[in-house]
């Protein structure tokens, strides 16, 4: 028997992604920027609001002409005017005087708080009874309160929702630097694998891994580039590589890195330009035999074959070393994660870390993680899947009712 | 005063979308169909496998033949033949021989199970010593054993995720049959407003919320489409919204719907061809003062003009309509909602359900819910937010240490 692998374990696998930079940055429209990563930071430029704002339908007046004001003894205010919306209201108010103003208008000089409507009445067409107080600064907003002049808007590395989107919006972004969408190319490798538009002969089956790990690399915010299928065979495999690595910022190879007659993909990756071997083996499972490499400044990944370990190491593994070439900050982005309590009793060998499949249910107001039985292999245990959790390197397996984290699938 | 609003309950709100339609179906290329909606479920015309495959690297056996082997007492078997990669094997085997596999390759006739290569031992170029009996049907895919010929692959109504597309290449699926992607048309209206390219004047603010729902609109999987901003003026409304409605599935008022100099959007709404309102005013906070109207088969929203409540009413309200009229399946989409403990006591009026932003912070190992404070009208609150929480409609409060569901944002 042969020691294929030394093997690595998950956390120092995963710190190799420093190993490599991100991607570069361009220019794009705002209305275009909705989940992309900012690549610097934007300041306010200007104070949000940039006037004093009424936050109700009502009269804008002095706080203080209020003060005492009630149902039966109420205050009497003269209408000095009306504030257009989206206009300077172009006169100012003394002490007992009031302006009627709409959500969204601008407050007049002089005045510092709104009355809502409910709260008054007409007595004429230039005076009003107010049956409540409202205090300084109440139903408006100051000038600079949602965003003070030379805050940070938004800081690099963060993905845009689009209240962020809208925050640039407010201040007048038009283009926003972002991070490019890295391009992953794509080979899949072995005899036996032909493209989906074939029949299969016998012993042949269709190359269904690109069709996941595009959708992958697409769900991680990339852009999937597919390189076809090479037969087992080293300078073939070599060339595309090359290629490959030529057009795109990281490379997956799917197959051609288990044991057996296929194990030249290591020979290959060990012949790229400036190639280092970094990882070759992790200690996962499922996802054993996969291989990390540099060349110069890229990844290149030798994937397990199976579509089902192949979709694990890339959510596990491959996904963080593509959000860190995308220029995601890891202190912007949060993941939190579902929890849920598990089923059943599972089993789980020391020394690897395992990820087992589940499907989440409600059932007595509890979230269960049921984990997924049948062969490994089997597609359709990801199709059933909602997620996975992990067993530690260390644990010898979990009791039914342990409190789980769900990796959503 | 007068009662603006006859406020409807948000479950009956949401009783309403199934009142409209579900948008076309087009054919789009595989590759294309991450994320899409299929309209027709599609069926196994084959197993899967198609034929008996082996998962790991060894020898093809009749598993009788290894009954009772061990290190002290190995069986030994003759190899016959080695499986090439993608080829029908072109022999047979019988209890006492052996065929070389790899992962993937066909079992040979006559073959039932696989030893793995490390529990057996090559003596010479024919024959083999086996350490270990293997049980039949093991490491091995039987015929069928993944999907069986006849099997639903995906139901109708179902996103596709990267597994389900996966599984479709495996059967050689070119094309899959998807909903369109629901255009939502946008129109702002106020006269304070004005585009992002300007730099407003005194009293006026820029277009923020064209933004922000443009990307909530990507965000649910449909395509915005900006039909620019409309002043305060009845005939104008009435010709933008009659333009939207022709060229989309569904159109989006922001602002106009509050009561005071604007609400002649009802009027508007009202005015439309074959119009019915459904509804006017939600009790819900934010977002009381949202309008819900029919014209023929579309649906036509007037949402408030504050920046938060519009988001909080499109991602609790105008969401699942959107995902109504998208094809989408309830019964297939399962969202599970991240629970977290509440960090302090929420008051809350009875007669409303209310929804607070929450940010989300780990400590001691326990997920809490943080209230955002500050008027509920400001951006920056959302652009703090990860998430909102639900206050029931007959609930006063919320104690410090309720578990909350999280509704991510």
């Known amino acids: 028997?042969?020691?294929?692998?030394?093997?690595?374990?998950?956390?120092?696998?995963?710190?190799?992604?420093?190993?490599?930079?991100?991607?570069?940055?361009?220019?794009?429209?705002?209305?275009?920027?909705?989940?992309?990563?900012?690549?610097?930071?934007?300041?306010?430029?200007?104070?949000?609001?940039?006037?004093?704002?009424?936050?109700?339908?009502?009269?804008?007046?002095?706080?203080?002409?209020?003060?005492?004001?009630?149902?039966?003894?109420?205050?009497?205010?003269?209408?000095?005017?009306?504030?257009?919306?989206?206009?300077?209201?172009?006169?100012?108010?003394?002490?007992?005087?009031?302006?009627?103003?709409?959500?969204?208008?601008?407050?007049?000089?002089?005045?510092?708080?709104?009355?809502?409507?409910?709260?008054?009445?007409?007595?004429?067409?230039?005076?009003?009874?107010?049956?409540?107080?409202?205090?300084?600064?109440?139903?408006?907003?100051?000038?600079?309160?949602?965003?003070?002049?030379?805050?940070?808007?938004?800081?690099?590395?963060?993905?845009?929702?689009?209240?962020?989107?809208?925050?640039?919006?407010?201040?007048?972004?038009?283009?926003?630097?972002?991070?490019?969408?890295?391009?992953?190319?794509?080979?899949?490798?072995?005899?036996?694998?032909?493209?989906?538009?074939?029949?299969?002969?016998?012993?042949?089956?269709?190359?269904?891994?690109?069709?996941?790990?595009?959708?992958?690399?697409?769900?991680?915010?990339?852009?999937?580039?597919?390189?076809?299928?090479?037969?087992?065979?080293?300078?073939?495999?070599?060339?595309?590589?090359?290629t490959a690595l030529a057009q795109t910022d990281m490379v997956l190879i799917s197959g051609g890195s288990s044991v057996g007659t296929r194990d030249f993909t290591i020979d290959v990756l060990s012949a790229l330009p400036e190639s280092d071997i970094f990882v070759h083996g992790i200690s996962i499972s499922p996802g054993k035999p996969t291989i990390l490499a540099k060349s110069r400044d890229l990844a290149i990944w030798g994937l397990p074959g199976q579509v089902t370990s192949t979709m694990v190491v890339f959510e596990i593994v491959v996904k963080p070393f593509i959000e860190h070439i995308s220029g995601l900050s890891q202190i912007n982005e949060k993941n939190f994660k579902l929890s849920a309590r598990l089923s059943r009793n599972i089993a789980s060998a020391q020394g690897r870390t395992e990820f087992i499949r589940v499907r989440l249910n409600h059932k007595d107001g509890i979230l269960w993680a049921d984990p997924i039985l049948g062969k490994s292999g089997l597609i359709n245990t990801m199709v059933n899947a909602d997620g996975l959790i992990e067993i530690g390197l260390n644990t010898e397996g979990l009791d039914k009712g342990t409190e789980v984290e769900v990796i959503p699938l």
């Open 1 to 242: 028997m042969k020691e294929f692998f030394k093997v690595t374990d998950l956390k120092s696998v995963l710190e190799y992604s420093s190993a490599f930079p991100r991607v570069e940055t361009e220019d794009i429209p705002l209305d275009e920027s909705f989940g992309r990563i900012l690549a610097v930071s934007i300041d306010a430029d200007v104070d949000l609001p940039d006037f004093m704002r009424s936050t109700m339908d009502g009269y804008a007046v002095r706080a203080s002409a209020t003060f005492g004001a009630s149902e039966a003894n109420p205050a009497y205010l003269t209408i000095k005017g009306a504030v257009p919306m989206g206009e300077s209201p172009g006169f100012s108010i003394g002490s007992g005087e009031a302006a009627t103003i709409s959500t969204g208008g601008m407050l007049p000089e002089g005045a510092d708080s709104v009355v809502m409507i409910e709260h008054t009445e007409a007595i004429d067409r230039t005076t009003i009874e107010v049956y409540r107080s409202v205090a300084p600064g109440q139903h408006i907003l100051e000038k600079g309160e949602d965003i003070p002049k030379g805050a940070v808007l938004v800081p690099d590395g963060k993905r845009l929702r689009p209240q962020e989107t809208g925050l640039l919006a407010a201040f007048g972004t038009k283009t926003a630097t972002v991070y490019k969408k890295p391009v992953v190319g794509i080979i899949s490798t072995g005899d036996e694998i032909v493209s989906i538009h074939k029949t299969p002969a016998p012993g042949e089956i269709r190359d269904l891994n690109m069709y996941t790990l595009s959708g992958l690399v697409r769900k991680a915010g990339a852009v999937p580039v597919p390189f076809g299928i090479v037969r087992d065979d080293f300078d073939d495999l070599f060339k595309t590589c090359t």
